[in-house]
């Protein structure tokens, strides 16, 4: 497996402690997009979905969803979030897949890749594997939307700085090591959560992302066989060039 499984115990724990993460934002930057390429797809492929929110959140907005992750236990917790999901049609198919090496029952007219799932892809060849591997599964003409996190998110946001996320009883401790010279920021989780009987019990996990400046991810994209590639900032329809000090990169291109 190429893609780096990496979310065991995070899994349990990733909705509590992104309680913020606002997904119906996310939803509506992605149907403007779906306006500027003036496209109305059906079949999505909400490419390593994690715990499904934003799946489930384009479902209930009538798309028809795929979610495909690696890790077994994010998507353990997709299913049960979309059982829940009354507004939606409960049809989702989950697959439990590596992004870099996946296989489709068929194509799509939609691929998204987003909250920085490609920065968990730590080999510039899985990157172009990935690609490659969306466009195959894409209808012509089919759309491309993903983010990756940004230099200067790297460098001064995540850098060396520590974090300290406390949410219902989980406690979280996150500590930061960016190495610049292979890109790399290595993320150590600490997590206390408490017990019945009042004790916390704790639980460590590494992750690691990779930085990858959009020179290369838009070589990458025109090398796999994509084309009008537009480029976005922090989920808004803004062009990238003109803000800074912005989170996230965002890529849009459409399949030759």
């Known amino acids: 497996m190429n893609q780096n499984n990496q979310f065991g115990i995070l899994a349990k724990y990733y909705d509590i402690l992104n309680y913020n993460a606002n997904y119906k934002k996310v939803a509506d930057y992605i149907e403007n997009v779906f306006k500027i ?16 929110s934003l799946t489930v959140e384009l479902d209930r907005r009538g798309y028809d969803m795929t979610g495909l992750d690696l890790s077994s236990e994010m998507l353990s917790v997709a299913v049960s979030k979309n059982k829940k999901n009354k507004d939606g049609g409960n049809n989702i198919l989950w697959i439990n897949q590596d992004m870099c090496s996946f296989e489709l029952y068929g194509t799509v007219d939609a691929v998204i890749c987003c909250f920085d799932s490609l920065n968990y892809i730590l080999n510039e060849e899985d990157i172009k594997k990935c690609f490659g591997l969306v466009r195959n599964y894409l209808n012509p003409g089919g759309l491309f939307i993903f983010d990756v996190n940004s230099k200067y998110k790297f460098e001064s946001v995540y850098a060396k700085n520590n974090f300290i996320l406390e949410k219902k009883n989980v406690f979280c401790s996150w500590q930061n090591n960016y190495c610049k010279k292979n890109r790399t ?7 206390f959560v408490k017990q019945p009987d009042g004790s916390y019990k704790r639980y460590y996990e590494i992750q690691k992302e990779k930085y990858y400046a959009k020179e290369f991810l838009t070589e990458s994209l025109l090398a796999a066989g994509f084309e009008d590639i537009k480029i976005f900032c922090d989920f808004d329809c803004m ?11 965002c890529f849009a291109c459409l399949k030759k």
């Open 37 to 52: 390429y003036k496209k109305k797809p059906g079949l999505i492929l909400d490419l390593a979905c994690g715990t499904g």
């Open 239 to 249: 062009e990238e060039s003109g803000v800074k000090n912005h989170g996230r990169v």
């Open 185 to 191: 920021c290595e993320f150590y989780l600490n997590f």
